[in-house]
């Protein structure tokens, strides 16, 4: 008897619990839109933009824009609700495309709190900066490219497999700020003749201030120098004690790289903080346009490239010390190996390692020529 | 006063209760805990928490050798009389209670902040309470078997921290013993928490098949514990860089969130899910051991009737009040200290007075 009341109660409280579904959306009363982006307009008002796709056969442009103006994200998403058929659903960009002027002032890092914040928003888009203005891009819709987010994605991936861009997630962006001993790098795009692509890294200060571009071929050194590079990436020099026979560049030589090894050696010395970083690369040589025995004189091949390659290492710490950044993250070698001193000038890290005495030596050795003599 | 044929349980089922009670939800915030103190020392601390832990379980284990057929309130009332027993037997009730309470409004807390944040509390709470209910009043066997299965079931989820370490920087950890040792002491403070849950042996110890095995479960119980521990709070540190590290409110849900499959995104909301199962082992053996106290005070066999009670105090309960994160936070404070004298200094005076006791016998009859 008791057992069976039991039953029964236990039966209506779940039945009644089960029906309070009430917060259930269906698919075709949600947007979902898959690129969010920030910019600022002339007048130094914060603008944010969507795109989502539009699945409906009867409408021949595929994707939707939404645009306003909003004091934060979060405060923007009446004005986004006001603008399409469905209630936006802003969980699950695939990319947050930054405005270039939004990153002359400080601050735009903590629009984004919401991102991290809301517990149901992911973290794994890729934030990329706009060289130009974000309005341009979105409304660009070329008729021969794919949708703008999947473009986007799909650029930003792809490069960065190869090394010649970075993949900065918010996520990542996160721990970008935040550490002290590194300063924020992202990706940057910008449409020219009518097309979108990828220029290559931009570099930004600790208070979020854009500082500088590195192109494809100093991204893969970046990444080399992070011990992050991917393995198959490849990289072209110029030998100037090759003859050049204008207007081809005929003293160039190409190779893609197998296995990298970065090591870093940190120390703290006189007040300065001394980097010695030793890169030692095994390549396959891809083309060289001019004239040289490989088989018999390797050994001096490999000392060219070396060479070329050391060089261009340290014209890049000197262009990172020059703008005052520190995408590398040497100041997390510095907090490892020389924490007191780094404890210090943590605050202040970029400036401190703009006078550090960096030394970056390569050396190349040749695993393989190629099917040709 | 109870018979323990046919409610015993098996030195494996021992090892999941223990481990179970431990973790929970207390693993959820420690790498946050300890690198508040320590920074990435964090970690060292854990290694001497589970030293005093290992301190804490082997004296208890001392303590109930004295009276293996019975529970700690057998004990109690053996050697001091009856009153001692019902007095302990109501601090260890409140004190289940505490840790069952705190587990239950930290699931729901969670659960509300990811995966369900408009459903109402008492409504969480009543889902929560149905299946405990079905396991614990069938016994203690049952809610051994239980922490059993859930321990089997949940083996696989290490593997899917290991696949964050894509991400890991390992310089993160460098140097050990950056602000020296005292930072270091300090975080054994908040491995205290995490390490409550020792006490069940107390009640469990009568029903253990094997009970010589009983220290060394103690000593399976909290390695495990500990490893767990240590394997979670050294990916984390990895993971984040040391700031953020003291900003992430639960990080061990936090490093799930860059994990990327192409089938799925916000892989965190199955795992929640999933860690319901395991958070579960802190209130669904609380709830049983809170119901056996009473019952003993009332010389009752069953624990039907506390049980029942208990259920509908608490549905009822959380419909009119339910705490917040900071109230939640602070009863966790409380708890550190509840827990340090319950589980470390009790047990340990306790076995102090029982041996010398037994000593001054010893020496009267030798008179």
């Given at each position: 008897?008791?057992?069976?009341?039991?039953?029964?109660?236990?039966?209506?409280?779940?039945?009644?619990?089960?029906?309070?579904?009430?917060?259930?959306?269906?698919?075709?009363?949600?947007?979902?839109?898959?690129?969010?982006?920030?910019?600022?307009?002339?007048?130094?008002?914060?603008?944010?933009?969507?795109?989502?796709p539009v699945f409906s056969n009867r409408i021949k442009k595929k994707s939707i824009e939404m645009t306003g103006t909003a004091?934060?994200?979060?405060?923007?998403?009446?004005?986004?609700d006001a603008q399409t058929a469905g209630s936006t659903q802003g969980r699950n960009y695939q990319v947050i495309l930054l405005g270039r002027r939004m990153l002359n002032?400080?601050?735009?890092?903590?629009?984004?709190d919401v991102i991290y914040r809301d517990a149901r928003n992911t973290v794994t888009d890729r934030v990329i900066v706009v060289d130009g203005s974000?309005?341009?891009?979105?409304?660009?819709?070329p008729p021969d490219q794919p949708m703008l987010p999947i473009l986007l994605r799909g650029m930003v991936d792809?490069?960065?497999?190869?090394?010649?861009?970075?993949?900065?997630?918010?996520?990542?962006?996160?721990?970008?700020?935040l550490d002290k001993g590194i300063t924020p790098y992202f990706s940057q795009v910008k449409i020219i003749g009518g097309k979108v692509r990828i220029q290559g890294t931009a570099l930004v200060s600790k208070a979020g201030i854009y500082k500088g571009m590195l192109d494809a071929q100093e991204t893969v050194l970046l990444r080399i120098l992070q011990k992050n590079a991917s393995p198959g990436f490849s990289l072209s020099?110029?030998?100037?004690?090759?003859?050049?026979?204008?207007?081809?560049?005929?003293?160039?030589?190409?190779?893609?790289?197998?296995?990298?090894?970065?090591?870093?050696k940190t120390s703290f010395k006189n007040n300065r903080f001394k980097y010695d970083i030793k890169v030692s690369m095994v390549v396959g040589l891809s083309e060289h346009l001019f004239p040289f025995d490989v088989f018999n004189d390797s050994k001096r091949l490999e000392d060219m490239i070396g060479q070329q390659v050391t060089d261009h290492f340290n014209a890049l710490i000197a262009k990172f010390q020059k703008l005052k950044v520190d995408p590398i993250g040497l100041g997390v070698y510095a907090r490892a190996y020389e924490y007191k001193a780094f404890k210090k000038v943590e605050d202040d890290w970029a400036e401190v390692l703009s006078q550090a005495d960096i030394t970056v030596s390569a050396k190349v050795t040749i695993a393989s020529m190629g099917p040709i003599k | 006063m109870n018979s323990y044929v046919g409610k015993q349980i098996t030195l494996f089922q021992f090892i999941s209760i223990i481990s179970g009670s431990q973790v929970s939800v207390a693993v959820l915030n420690l790498p946050r805990k300890l690198s508040e103190a320590a920074d990435t020392d964090g970690w060292i601390a854990l290694i001497i928490g589970w030293a005093l832990s290992l301190i804490a379980g082997l004296a208890i284990v001392g303590v109930m050798k004295y009276y293996p057929n019975g529970t700690l309130f057998d004990l109690l009332s053996e050697y001091m009389g009856r009153w001692a027993g019902v007095?302990?037997?109501?601090?260890?009730?409140?004190?289940?209670?505490?840790?069952?309470?705190d587990g239950l409004v930290r699931t729901i807390l969670v659960t509300k902040t990811w995966l369900l944040p408009t459903t109402q509390s008492f409504v969480l709470m009543s889902l929560l309470l149905i299946p405990a209910y079905s396991i614990v009043r069938h016994g203690i066997r049952n809610v051994a078997r239980y922490a059993e299965l859930i321990i089997w079931i949940s083996l696989w989820i290490p593997f899917v921290y290991i696949y964050t370490l894509k991400h890991a920087h390992w310089v993160y950890l460098l140097p050990l013993l950056k602000e020296g040792w005292l930072p270091i002491l300090t975080a054994v403070k908040a491995t205290i928490y995490p390490m409550l849950g020792m006490v069940s042996i107390f009640i469990l110890y009568p029903h253990l098949k094997y009970k010589e095995y009983a220290t060394k479960g103690i000593v399976i119980a909290n390695s495990i514990t500990m490893l767990l521990y240590l394997f979670v709070t050294i990916i984390c540190y990895v993971y984040f860089s040391p700031e953020e590290s003291h900003l992430f409110n639960d990080p061990v849900i936090s490093v799930l969130?860059?994990?990327?499959?192409?089938?799925?995104?916000?892989?965190?909301?199955?795992?929640?899910?999933?860690?319901?199962?395991?958070?579960?082992?802190?209130?669904?053996p609380m709830m049983y051991l809170l119901t056996y106290c009473i019952a003993w005070i009332f010389k009752r066999e069953s624990i039907g009737i506390p049980l029942r009670l208990l259920i509908i105090l608490l549905a009822v309960g959380t419909f009119f009040y339910f705490p917040t994160y900071n109230i939640n936070n602070f009863l966790v404070r409380q708890l550190f200290w509840v827990g340090l004298i319950l589980e470390y200094i009790f047990p340990v005076c306790l076995l102090c007075y029982l041996w010398l006791s037994k000593f001054w016998k010893e020496e009267r009859s030798s008179l």
């Open positions: 008897m008791s057992s069976s009341i039991t039953r029964i109660t236990l039966f209506i409280v779940i039945m009644l619990l089960l029906s309070s579904c009430s917060d259930q959306l269906n698919l075709e009363n949600a947007t979902t839109p898959l690129v969010l982006g920030m910019d600022l307009d002339k007048n130094k008002k914060f603008h944010f933009y969507l795109t989502a004091k934060t994200l979060r405060q923007s998403r009446s004005e986004q002032y400080e601050g735009w890092f903590q629009m984004l974000v309005p341009e891009m979105l409304y660009l819709n792809s490069t960065s497999s190869h090394s010649e861009t970075v993949s900065t997630t918010a996520h990542e962006l996160h721990r970008q700020f020099y110029q030998l100037p004690e090759e003859p050049k026979k204008s207007p081809f560049s005929t003293n160039t030589v190409s190779f893609s790289a197998g296995k990298v090894k970065t090591k870093i | 007095l302990a037997a109501m601090l260890f009730a409140l004190y289940f209670f505490y840790l069952m309470y969130k860059s994990i990327e499959f192409k089938f799925i995104e916000r892989i965190e909301v199955p795992f929640i899910s999933f860690y319901l199962f395991i958070f579960s082992l802190i209130w669904i």
